[in-house]
């Protein structure tokens, strides 16, 4: 035996103890698991093992019924995918049915128009061709009018055939909805009107503008009619023409009512001094000097 090996075996002898205790621990650790062992079975003397047989047949069978359930949960998850699919192409269709049967209606009357068929409202082509814009004047204005006039009116075409030919087809009716009947604008209060003078005139120009090639109407003048309204609906016209100014367009308002001053940052002024007028500019509410 070498030096270094001795040297080796003085080493591991110095773990020699830590050895021991480890082995102790293992023997009594083992020795606990044996008694634990023994009590087990004791407890378990004379028991029977149960049959698993019928679970393990349940479980197969709960295993089985859910592959089938998957296979037709994934079916009906294609037919889900295939009617949403045919849902979309049908609106799609119906959507253009719904746009070629207005066209065809409007051909249809144009034809009989042209053909002079048309005799219970007795139309001439040319009021018939003003029907179909004033129809989309109204359509229009009435995106607007019950805001104005608190949802009470909006307006509808007559279909009663006037005592003057000319005016038969162009005639305007407001529907009241306090009182579910429609009535002829003329009944209309000074106020309300006003307001519906208003309402289709800022529509005509909308409609006039929407046409292919046609001129860009950019300002409006209104010439007084404001002294006929209330509080509320002067501030609801107010409202609504700062919508309208929004859009890039320029309304401009002729008026003596004194409470609108305040309403309008930018005004033209006329002022009557010494038996003479002058012109006085505000910008912003600022009057320029």
Do not use: C
Request: glycine residues 6%; hydrophobic residues 35%.
């Amino acid at each position: 035996m070498t030096i270094r090996q001795l040297e080796e075996y003085t080493v591991n002898l110095a773990g020699l103890p830590q050895l021991r205790a480890k082995v102790t621990n293992w023997f009594n650790d083992y020795n606990n698991r044996q008694q634990q062992y023994a009590k087990l079975q004791d407890q378990t003397a004379g028991q029977k093992m149960h049959d698993l047989s019928p679970l393990k047949e349940k479980l197969q069978a709960l295993r089985t019924q859910q592959e089938k359930s998957n296979v037709i949960f994934g079916r009906m998850q294609r037919d889900l995918t295939e009617y949403e699919q045919v849902y979309t192409q049908v609106k799609q269709l119906w959507e253009s049915f719904k746009h070629n049967e207005t066209q065809q209606r409007f051909i249809h009357q144009l034809v009989e128009a042209v053909a002079g068929n048309n005799r219970d409202h007795h139309l001439s082509l040319e009021r018939f061709v003003l029907q179909h814009y004033l129809e989309q004047v109204l359509q229009v204005a009435n995106e607007r009018l019950p805001h104005l006039l608190q949802d009470r009116y909006y307006f509808t075409l007559s279909s009663e055939e006037s005592k003057y030919r000319k005016t038969t087809g162009l005639q305007i009716n407001v529907f009241d909805e306090f009182v579910g009947t429609e009535r002829s604008v003329s009944t209309l209060s000074g106020g309300e009107g006003f307001i519906a003078s208003l309402t289709l005139a800022l529509a005509l120009g909308e409609v006039i503008q929407s046409q292919h090639g046609g001129p860009q109407v950019e300002a409006l003048f209104i010439d007084e009619g404001f002294d006929s309204l209330d509080i509320g609906a002067l501030n609801n016209v107010l409202d609504s023409i700062r919508i309208i100014e929004g859009q890039n367009r320029l309304i401009g308002m002729i008026s003596h009512v004194e409470g609108m001053e305040e309403e309008i940052p930018n005004q033209l002024q006329v002022i009557q001094e010494n038996g003479r007028s002058h012109i006085r500019y505000m910008i912003d509410g600022v009057i320029q000097s």
